[in-house]
Structure formats: structure tokens, C-alpha cells
């Protein structure tokens, strides 16, 4: 299922260009337009999902093939040996901009935390 107002869908789709880091039939990862770290990766399901907190049982397997596939992208893109970090954003205080969700993959450098 896709959205047709969602920019990621679309993205997904090819309809809007990005820089492909992986695809296939569930996900496509791509560079962050605008990066918050020398390495800023976004994963995507295929299907369009508005928030996490709308994922249900019928997800499960979804979503833990959506991090198992990230950690494979963290291995390939150098980030595993000093780390690195995940972030997955919900909602207007979570400062969630896209609504189609997508775990972000930040490293190459060191990252501060608590977050602003
Ligand atoms: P959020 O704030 O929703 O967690 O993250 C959305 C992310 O999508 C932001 O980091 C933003 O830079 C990125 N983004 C928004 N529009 C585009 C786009 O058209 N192309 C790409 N590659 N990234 C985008
Ligand atoms: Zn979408």
C-alpha cells in the first residue's frame, strides 16, 4: 500500500529522486537530503505506515526485518566499529517531519546525547 501525497512512498516509488543505498521488495534506504552526520541513511518499508504507533502484531515481522537489514547498512557503510546510532522519530514533539515511518542510520562521527 502506498500513499499517494507521501513523499517517502513516492520516493520509494522513484517518482521523487534520492540516493539509494539499498532496495528490495519490503525496503528502500536512501541519503538523508539533508544530513546530521557524515553518514545520515533513512530506511523505509515499502508500505506506507504514517507512525510507529500505528504498527500492530501484523508488522512484527516487518519491522524486525526493517533493523536487521539496518544493521546490515551500519556494517556495509563503515559505521559498526566505533558506532553508531538509530533514531526513529514519532509525532510533532518527537520532531517527526516525514509521516511514513523510517529509522534513521546517523554515524561518523561522535554524537551527543541527551538529543535537543
Ligand atoms: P523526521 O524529521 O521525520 O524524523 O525525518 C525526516 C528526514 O527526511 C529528515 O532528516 C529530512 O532531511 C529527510 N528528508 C525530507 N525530505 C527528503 C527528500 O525529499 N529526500 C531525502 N533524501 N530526504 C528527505
Ligand atoms: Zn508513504
Known amino acids: 500500500m502506498t500513499d499517494s501525497d507521501c513523499i517517502f512512498c513516492k520516493i520509494a516509488g522513484g517518482e521523487i529522486p534520492s540516493d539509494p543505498v539499498y532496495s528490495d521488495e519490503q525496503f528502500y534506504a536512501f541519503r538523508d537530503i539533508n544530513p546530521g552526520a557524515p553518514t545520515h541513511v533513512l530506511i523505509i518499508p515499502r508500505k506506507h505506515i504514517a ?3 500505528d504498527a ?3 508488522h512484527r515481522d516487518l519491522l524486525g526485518d526493517m533493523l536487521l537489514r539496518a544493521n546490515e ?19 510533532e514533539w518527537g520532531g517527526q517531519s516525514v509521516f511514513h515511518i523510517h529509522l534513521h542510520i546517523l554515524g561518523g562521527r561522535a554524537l551527543a546525547w541527551p538529543p535537543g
Open 51 to 53: 507512525h510507529i504507533t
Open 73 to 91: 547498512i551500519a556494517v556495509q557503510e563503515g559505521l559498526t566499529e566505533k558506532g553508531f546510532r538509530y533514531v526513529l522519530n514519532c509525532g
Open 56 to 58: 500492530g502484531p501484523e
